[in-house]
């Protein structure tokens, strides 16, 4: 019989995780202090300033036990924190992981969902250094709050993008809705698992390499990773930098399965790139003469292609999707909203 | 008809506790960036250590919203965190809070749960930072990350008493466990509210100030806080300095309030003393000669008494009770357990 939480307690399973933390993690020589005190303690990094996110996911509301492994669920988890880290040009740290389980969960199944944490921050040599284990009531909840540092004055924020500067995006935004919606609409889920864009979904891939590679050049005047859909983060770029866009619609980077998935669900690829979809890629600005050393960088550091899609305006908020025969249209974002969810997994 | 969460959605419940915490919150000149980015970020003061530890309350299992208000809730879960960062001889600097709500919850009562928040804070001009909003399946939860800092190398851990070591308390252990009680098993919860001790269980009061004073002076060579039992945290410090304790059940401090709400539940103040019970006082341990500095100190910024109850020994792990007759009976915490829980709030 394959153990389960109930039947070794709060203490044990943190000695299990504990155990495992300690043969599979890194060790950070900054910290002084790790798992099994009252607090975790380190020391930071003379020059550097701190930067701190958290982001939870809930079973039933972000994710589905069916659709996606225990591994493969810590991944996504961790991911989404180390890619607002690398939005700001950050590095990520320390991990702190607040997880709510049912009494019945496997602990094997724990054991992954922390392996699939070790996966994303290992690379890094980032380490788990601390959480907190409860009983929730009918649904898992993974919270984590993740630490990371960037250079003193290196962070690039929402805020600074200016009239004139070019925007440019990472990879192909919607991918990961479409994923999402081969999932929720397909016949025979199981076997779609290994579909290029549900894989995409389930475990996205960060691009935090490349955001601190582009903070320490100094290259980004504003730069935001893609949970809210690529309008609705360039409309936060907007809002917080009080600018406008114009995005020329025959550049936005549409890929190949993005084309057939769009086919295959009846869409056109534009209802993907252009709504709610959570890519985890990054939409920065620059000034026109930084997007040559910005495609050096991208092309060094990042798999994915660069792609230049429109410029700022004056013209505070507003964004305009152009199209080749010239004709303007003025486009909002779908808002991603967890309380008002049209589009989300469970309607 | 007043607003609730789904009225306004998620944008519009971050804007609103935005514009609280902007009114309401202190702000710190370390903080680099605050709310509404990918994430906050601050600088580091040179030459103290970060502490930082989470907890979570989930409806239902930690609290149940007849028994405690918004504005306690908020109060009580921040000051199971500020207890924490305490208990290592630190100071609280920023907080992020996770919310898991349900779209019905009324956006007076999470602005209230926000006002508990910063009632702990504020003393100490910490703020918070940052956070996330989600919706929750059920019940509503709340996860708290907090970072404090210690001045490098004076953080007091739980794995450095020594045998011959005093062992201190602070307050009356076992207050909290009998206000709990006396809330689950009383006719009329509503008129009990006001009762001292379930006021104890509502609103804990931290003794972060005496941990912090404790941590500058090096009086203490091990420190935690009350959160599994006088017994299960003793235990702790047992546990990672590799000691046992004696404890001589006549010096253990039993209020006039415990005392009585003993005898109406008809039980021993014993049970509540040595049983779970979380009451954020102060376990500490000391060299005998620093019980008189530690008693100076506590007196000045501690409300409640520092009771000498007991020494630590040299037997690995085993605690004693000694009568005041001279027997001595081996004693085990019950070792308080999320998940194999037998006198929590729900059974």
Redesign the interface.
């Known amino acids: 019989m394959p153990e389960r939480?109930?039947d070794i307690?709060?203490?044990g399973?943190i000695r299990r995780i504990r155990d495992l933390l300690n043969r599979e993690g890194m060790r950070s020589e900054r910290l002084?202090?790790g798992i099994?005190?009252?607090?975790?303690?380190?020391?930071?990094r003379?020059g550097y300033?701190?930067?701190?996110?958290?982001?939870?996911m809930?079973?039933?509301?972000?994710y589905l036990p069916k659709h996606i492994s225990p591994l493969n669920l810590g991944r996504r988890a961790m991911a989404l924190n180390i890619s607002?880290?690398g939005?700001?040009g950050?590095r990520p740290l320390?991990a702190?992981i607040?997880l709510?389980?049912k009494?019945d969960t496997l602990v094997q199944d724990i054991e992954e969902v922390y392996r699939g944490f070790l996966a994303e921050l290992n690379p890094f040599g980032a380490a788990i250094?601390?959480?907190?284990?409860?009983?929730?009531?009918?649904?898992m909840?993974i919270?984590i709050?993740l630490?990371?540092e960037?250079e003193?004055g290196r962070?690039v924020?929402?805020?600074g993008a200016r009239p004139g500067d070019v925007i440019l995006v990472t990879g192909y935004p919607g991918q990961a809705a479409a994923g999402l919606n081969l999932l929720l609409h397909a016949p025979d889920e199981a076997k779609l698992l290994k579909h290029p864009l549900v894989k995409i979904y389930n475990t996205p891939s960060h691009r935090a390499r490349l955001g601190e590679a582009i903070a320490q050049g100094g290259w980004a005047t504003a730069m935001?990773?893609i949970s809210d859909g690529f309008l609705g983060d360039l409309g936060h770029i907007c809002e917080?930098s009080g600018v406008g866009a114009e995005l020329f619609q025959e550049k936005l980077p549409i890929s190949e399965e993005l084309r057939e998935a769009a086919l295959m669900l009846q869409r056109t690829p534009y209802d993907f790139i252009l709504g709610d979809s959570d890519d985890y890629e990054l939409v920065i600005t620059c000034r026109p003469k930084d997007v040559a050393p910005l495609r050096v960088i991208s092309e060094r550091c990042c798999p994915v292609p660069l792609t230049e899609v429109g410029r700022v305006t004056d013209t505070a908020r507003e964004m305009t999707l152009i199209f080749p025969n010239g004709e303007r249209r003025a486009v909002k974002p779908s808002?991603w909203?967890?309380?008002?969810?049209t589009h989300g997994l469970i309607t």
Chains 1, 2 share one sequence.
Do not use: K, W
């Open positions: 939480v109930s307690g709060e203490f399973l002084t202090l099994g005190d009252d607090t975790a303690s380190f020391l930071p003379p300033e701190l930067l701190v996110t958290c982001d939870c809930v079973e039933g509301r972000h607002d880290i939005a700001m950050g320390y702190l607040s709510g389980l009494a250094i601390g959480g907190n284990l409860t009983q929730s009531g009918n649904g909840f919270d709050t630490i990371g960037v003193q962070g924020r929402r805020s935001i990773d917080e808002s909203d967890h309380f008002r969810l």
